[in-house]
């Protein structure tokens, strides 16, 4: 059985004070329950200070974006090494906003995948096709390209500390989410071709987040369907009572 994972992306969103609040929230709404593993991914600036509200609690700490370095000559960036000197477990990896806005691409993604698992993060991995590859018929050759990309040289093994997140560029921050039908059809395409990837086993026991406007009332439904393991949220995530009524959800 997979345990249900629910992440929270604050994108560049909050500022220290009320990301405190956030977090203080979700640590408070969720106590000792651990049915659901938890991750909030607040901005680079906030990590440490959120580090020490979340420590010691159920709810993990996640960076939404990482360099391939350790350190270096590479103004402006951060490497796995750092998110883990401020208490970080995850990171977030070629996200679609990252992929559109800052031309990120698979080669460079896979990189950052390595970098990240060498220093001992656990990594989610994001995916998805745009609303016109999707209007194209082109959804399952564009998920194998980014899997095929992003997953190079990845071990069975390296495997168990990735989660992939399926996120439809056209459902992010629209309002418009996937069906719990097309979810689930994603998500067992994505199983199956990681599974060729990475080995069968491996595959089946990888948590597949699904997101793009996941919120407390689509929820449980997308959350029910057998290959859907959790929810990468983003507007949502700002709001702790939304947050938490989607953790909920994923109690079944
Ligand atoms: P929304 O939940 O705001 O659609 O964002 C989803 C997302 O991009 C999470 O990474």
Redesign the pocket.
């Known amino acids: 059985m997979r345990k249900k994972f629910i992440a929270g992306?604050w994108?560049m969103n909050t500022r220290s004070i009320d990301g405190e609040l956030l977090a203080s929230a979700i640590v408070k709404g969720l106590g000792s329950d651990t049915r659901v593993d938890v991750a909030v991914c607040p901005p680079f600036p906030f990590l440490s200070r959120i580090g020490q509200v979340v420590r010691g609690t159920p709810v993990g700490l996640g960076a939404q974006n990482c360099y391939l370095k350790d350190d270096g000559a590479f103004t402006g960036e951060v490497s796995p090494a750092m998110l883990v000197d401020v208490g970080c477990q995850w990171v977030?990896v070629g996200?679609?906003?990252r992929r559109q806005f800052f031309g990120e691409s698979d080669k460079l993604i896979n990189q950052k995948v390595h970098a990240a698992l060498k220093a001992k993060l656990r990594v989610i991995l994001?995916i998805g096709e745009t609303l016109d590859e999707r209007n194209g018929n082109r959804m399952k050759p564009v998920l194998n390209t980014q899997l095929a990309g992003s997953l190079a040289d990845i071990s069975s093994e390296q495997l168990k500390s990735m989660v992939v997140?399926y996120?439809p560029v056209w459902?992010?921050?629209?309002g418009v989410n996937a069906t719990p039908q097309q979810a689930q059809e994603a998500h067992v395409f994505v199983r199956e071709r990681v599974g060729q990837l990475c080995g069968e086993s491996a595959a089946q026991s990888l948590v597949i987040q699904y997101?793009?406007?996941?919120k407390p009332d689509n929820a449980a439904v997308l959350l029910s369907q057998p290959d859907v393991d959790g929810a990468?949220?983003?507007?949502?995530?700002l709001k702790a009572d939304d947050f938490l009524a989607i953790v909920r959800a994923g109690i079944q």
């Open positions: 992306n994108k977030i996200h679609s906003e994001c997140a996120e459902a992010i921050g629209t997101g793009g406007s996941v990468l949220v983003g507007g949502a995530s």
